[in-house]
């Protein structure tokens, strides 16, 4: 199941390296756009935006509530926590600390999503998972990867509880999803997801003929008890600063974040179809939604079909992803870690591939207009768009 890659390389490493290739490629390409600019492109991607916020947890730790100021109570703890301890035992500054958790995670999440790709499509080799990580590095959003922002380190997280779950080893899983839940508020796709498949392996443990299956349902007991436990646990945190049960939803209140089940984004998505909002990156963000929807429905059926854990924790990051009111510009990198969307193009792209040096050729052709879209995107994010990715 997970023979050699290419060069004789374990496909997990194989898979890893083409990751770190492909965005260390885009970064390069980037960094020479925006100088002339007079942008500090490591600058952008270690302190902008979210990622000032993290650094700032980093430093010096969560703020005191005031009811009338959003405050760093909305940024879960997993990636200023990472930042400050490699910050300690190194001589990286916490900026620069963030990038290198960005990159080691990025590295780590396509590790897994190799090992996946080669568990959905065995007798297909090596190049799937390294089409699935190629793909995935150059998604319009993809910048955000290499930005001290935790899209990266959840997506490396989830990657490897739903291998972990499609290996069966849901004690893993849980341990892993509990970790992820410190990361992100959308870890709640992750928990529901490692939580329902503890629920069917512990239903048929129960229900099995043979004691020694029976005595082993703790394992999916235990799975699905710990895999809520680190959000659970950064959200009682927050009530407690707050000092109300529900403070977690009020600081997110305070940051204008709601949700209303899709009826603003649906609303914004018009103002974009009849030209009253036509900033770029909302453009992009309604093509990316619209992709989005269609890859979902190739994961259940045609040849992009895939096992319930991965079309469901995409299922339901696209429900988060639509369902908040506001902040629109961020629907793209929300979607980042449902990597699991994109098998159905690395389906597409394997088969074309093996029409010969044509079908070769197209797939290399396909691979640098994605890159090239990256990068032109990104440099639009850098360098003109005046909002947080």
């Not at 568990?119 to 190049?127: H, I, K, R, T, V």
């Amino acid at each position: 199941m997970t023979g050699p890659g290419p060069f004789g390389l374990h496909p997990g490493l194989a898979a890893a390296g083409t990751w770190l290739v492909a965005r260390l490629a885009a970064l390069g390409v980037l960094a020479l756009l925006v100088a002339p600019r007079g942008v500090s492109l490591a600058g952008y991607l270690g302190t902008k935006y979210d990622a000032g916020w993290y650094g700032s947890v980093a430093r010096y730790g969560y703020q005191q509530f005031d009811p009338e100021v959003a405050t760093n109570l909305a940024f879960f703890p997993l990636l200023p926590w990472l930042m400050r301890a490699l910050a300690t035992v190194t001589p990286l500054e916490v900026a620069a600390a963030g990038l290198v958790i960005s990159l080691l995670a990025g590295a780590a999440a396509a590790w897994a999503m190799g090992l996946i790709a080669r568990q959905l499509a065995p007798a297909a080799g090596w190049c799937p998972g390294l089409l699935l990580v190629t793909v995935w590095a150059w998604l319009p959003h993809g910048t955000v990867e290499s930005m001290a922002y935790t899209e990266t380190l959840f997506t490396a997280l989830a990657a490897w509880a739903l291998w972990a779950v499609l290996a069966g080893r849901l004690v893993t899983a849980g341990l892993l999803t509990a970790v992820a839940g410190l990361s992100r508020p959308s870890a709640a796709a992750l928990i529901a997801v490692v939580g329902l498949a503890c629920l069917i392996a512990l239903v048929k443990a129960l229900r099995a003929g043979d004691r020694a299956e029976r005595r082993a349902a703790w394992r999916p007991l235990l799975g699905g008890l710990v895999s809520p436990l680190g959000l659970l646990g950064f959200v009682a945190f927050v009530g407690h600063r707050v000092g109300r049960w529900d403070g977690y939803f009020e600081v997110q209140r305070l940051w204008g974040t709601t949700f209303d089940g899709g009826r603003w984004t649906l609303g914004a998505i018009k103002d974009v179809l009849t030209g009253a909002q036509s900033p770029g990156d909302y453009q992009v963000v309604t093509l990316v939604l619209a992709a989005a929807v269609v890859l979902a429905v190739l994961s259940l059926v045609g040849p992009g079909r895939q096992p319930w854990p991965l079309w469901a924790f995409s299922l339901l990051l696209l429900v988060l992803a639509i369902g908040p009111a506001h902040y629109f510009n961020a629907r793209g990198r929300f979607l980042l870690p449902a990597f699991a969307l994109l098998w159905p193009v690395t389906v597409g792209l394997d088969r074309l591939r093996r029409k010969r040096w044509a079908g070769v050729a197209a797939v290399a052709l396909i691979l640098v207009g994605l890159a090239v879209g990256c990068t032109a995107f990104g440099y639009y994010l850098v360098v003109d768009w005046p909002w947080s990715p």
